[in-house]
């Protein structure tokens, strides 16, 4: 039987009629076989035995805690009915959660891959959970993940992510000064490579030129943030961009799949004792195995490199491997340094954390400028203004990155339609307490639920409705009586620590991308009027249609007087040239150098004009 087909309700209706039957079945077995037939046999107390013990052990597993009787709740048959039919988390959270909200003051139990669960979308609640960190530690769940499973191979048993106290504190280390320093971040923290990202987007830009029809996004954009953390992260080059289909994104993207496959979440020993009965799976742990090699040669390589000149390698251009392999070897650090594992485990967190989200959300971001053709337009506008006009590509310099505003509100709205992160890692309540006027008892779990405030109704003016202005000055995001209404990247001491370098990456790509091409969706994409499924699916194609360049000037050099920028229409000033004021003007149709003008916007030079001997 097909049950992607039946719907949810339905589907619950006949589960409840099947266990009812189950359980009359039991008593008739009972009653009339297993009973007389003990008489007989030995062998049916067995079998009755067994029965007895599965029913009360998926009763014990499934039941509704007696503790959390007075939080609304889901019940375990509408979520696995939904889990079963494919819905999206979108549809989920549309579908059961935000119908809910206001009954349950956005806290809502229910059973999920850690049991039954506090699912929370309520700001203020949120709020108290982010800043209460001793109070709502994460509950490390992946470190009761058992041994052998693909997500405990994957994770390791500890990392940044998952650690609290002591194990996060060797991670982010607490200064004496009483602000947070973090081992990463000095990376994090000082200013963003753009350079770095212009690169690679230059080399993705080549990609997209090379492609034949519509490109499809999310493999592409996947690759380049891949090298980008390979590159600022661990001064590995991935070259992932040109090399499609290579073997360790295609062992990632297996591995990253089957961790969440709910069925080896719920019963992990299908991954384990009885791994063989599923090859499947088998495949997915031996994509692991050769995932692990590659962090292995990530590693062995810094060090390598690191034994051979360390004096060569300024403070502040060490990238995150450096920083983490030296933590903790100076006397006086206060941190002990990171074990071998604990090094893998936490090139996997930056590796994870640093590429696919990224690369979800510009999927997005691209997505929906492309079916939103007047924000496609604005944005342009403003790129175009601040970059210029020329032919030859043209990345943003941190100066620029910062006044590049209406793409950033498009960012945050892609973010908060698209999050990549629709929960935060679970928290468990260190004792009881309460919140927003509800009791929770000690030990409780507690998720934040993103989605549920993104696409809350409750919260946000029709949330289903892409609109960047939600984020602009005096926009509704601004008036909205929380800012918990918004957590794309979390919040609190644990918020995203790769916020900023994620922003500036999208918006070096975004920049340099619209600035090149007009994007389309396909006429005949089953995407055209609507996203289907997730952004990140392969099938998601666009249109890139280079487009043509005006006649302006491709770069000015030196503080140029307004009437040089008068006569060149002239958006640059880039810093003096000795005391002659000079502006550099091509010609974007013709890329070669036209004319070079002095400070009365007289011709100082003309294209049959010898420059160089001119002793300049
Ligand atoms: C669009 C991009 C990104 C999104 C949406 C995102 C989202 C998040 C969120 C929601 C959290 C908080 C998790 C929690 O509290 O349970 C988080 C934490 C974290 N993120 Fe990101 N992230 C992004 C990019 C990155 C990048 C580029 C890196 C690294 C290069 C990174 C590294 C981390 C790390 C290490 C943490 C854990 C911090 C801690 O617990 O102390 N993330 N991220």
């Not at 007047?374 to 590509?393: M, N, P, V, W």
């Not at 040089?564 to 002239?570: C, L, R, S």
């Not at 550099?584 to 150098?593: A, I, N, R, T």
């Not at 036209?594 to 300049?616: C, P, Q, Y």
């Amino acid at each position: 039987m097909n049950l992607s087909i039946i719907p949810a309700s339905q589907l619950e209706s006949i589960t409840s009629v099947l266990l009812g039957r189950v359980e009359r079945y039991h008593a008739i077995l009972m009653n009339n076989v297993a009973l007389p037939l003990s008489k007989q046999s030995k062998a049916s107390y067995i079998t009755g035995a067994i029965v007895l013990y599965v029913a009360v052990k998926v009763y014990s597993i499934f039941a509704f805690p007696s503790n959390l009787r007075h939080i609304k709740h889901i019940s375990v048959l509408t979520w696995l009915s939904s889990l079963i039919q494919g819905e999206t988390a979108i549809q989920r959270t549309q579908r059961l959660i935000v119908p809910m909200w206001k009954e349950s003051n956005g806290m809502i139990a229910i059973y999920d891959q850690s049991g039954w669960t506090i699912n929370v979308s309520n700001p203020e609640a949120i709020k108290s959970i982010l800043y209460k960190t001793d109070l709502f530690p994460k509950s490390g769940s992946t470190q009761r993940a058992k041994d052998g499973t693909l997500l405990r191979g994957f994770f390791g048993k500890m990392n940044l992510v998952m650690a609290n106290g002591h194990e996060w504190i060797k991670r982010r280390k607490e200064s004496m000064t009483n602000c947070i320093d973090f081992i990463a971040n000095p990376v994090f923290h000082r200013s963003m490579p753009v350079k770095t990202f212009s690169y690679l987007t230059e080399k993705m830009i080549k990609q997209i030129d090379g492609a034949e029809g519509p490109v499809a996004l999310q493999p592409l954009l996947q690759r380049f943030t891949l090298d980008a953390i390979g590159l600022v992260g661990f001064g590995f080059e991935f070259n992932a961009i040109e090399t499609p289909g290579g073997e360790f994104v295609n062992a990632y993207n297996d591995v990253a799949n089957g961790i969440m496959d709910f069925r080896f979440l719920l019963f992990p020993s299908l991954d384990t004792t009885f791994l063989g009965l599923f090859p499947k799976r088998q495949k997915k742990h031996k994509q692991l195995k050769k995932l692990n090699e590659l962090f292995a040669t990530v590693i062995d390589h810094k060090k390598r490199v690191l034994s051979m000149d360390q004096s060569a390698i300024e403070e502040n251009e060490k990238d995150l491997l450096t920083l983490m392999i030296e933590a903790g070897k100076n006397d006086g650090d206060g941190v002990e340094p990171l074990t071998d594992v604990e090094l893998r485990n936490e090139v996997v967190v930056f590796f994870l954390a640093g590429h696919d989200t990224t690369s979800n959300t510009l999927t997005a971001a691209l997505y929906f400028l492309a079916r939103n053709l007047s924000a496609q337009d604005k944005a342009r506008k403003e790129i175009i203004d601040i970059l210029g006009d020329s032919k030859a590509d043209v990345g943003p310099t941190v100066e620029q990155i910062k006044e590049l505003r209406y793409l950033n509100l498009v960012m945050k709205e892609s973010i908060r339609f698209a999050s990549p992160a629709q929960v935060l890692i679970e928290r468990r309540a260190a004792q009881d307490t309460h919140l927003v006027g509800i009791f929770i008892p000690k030990g409780s779990l507690l998720r934040i639920n993103i989605l549920g405030l993104h696409y809350n109704r409750h919260l946000w003016k029709t949330p289903e409705r892409f609109d960047p202005n939600r984020f602009a000055e005096g926009g509704e995001f601004e008036s909205h009586p929380s800012a918990y209404c918004y957590l794309p990247f979390g919040g609190g001491a644990r918020q995203c620590i790769g916020m900023n370098f994620s922003m500036a990456e999208q918006k070096v790509a975004l920049s340099m991308i619209l600035r090149k091409y007009e994007l389309s969706v396909p006429e005949d994409s089953i995407h055209k009027d609507e996203l289907h499924g997730s952004h990140s699916k392969d099938d998601l194609g666009l249109e890139f249609i280079g487009r043509s360049f005006d006649q302006r000037p491709l770069a000015v050099l030196g503080t140029t007087g307004p009437h040089v920028q008068d006569k060149i229409g002239g958006s640059f000033s880039l810093g003096s040239f000795g005391d002659l004021v000079l502006a550099l003007v091509f010609d974007s149709e013709e890329p070669d150098l036209v004319e070079l003008f002095d400070e009365d916007s007289n011709v100082f030079f003309s294209e049959d004009d010898d420059f160089l001997n001119r002793g300049i």
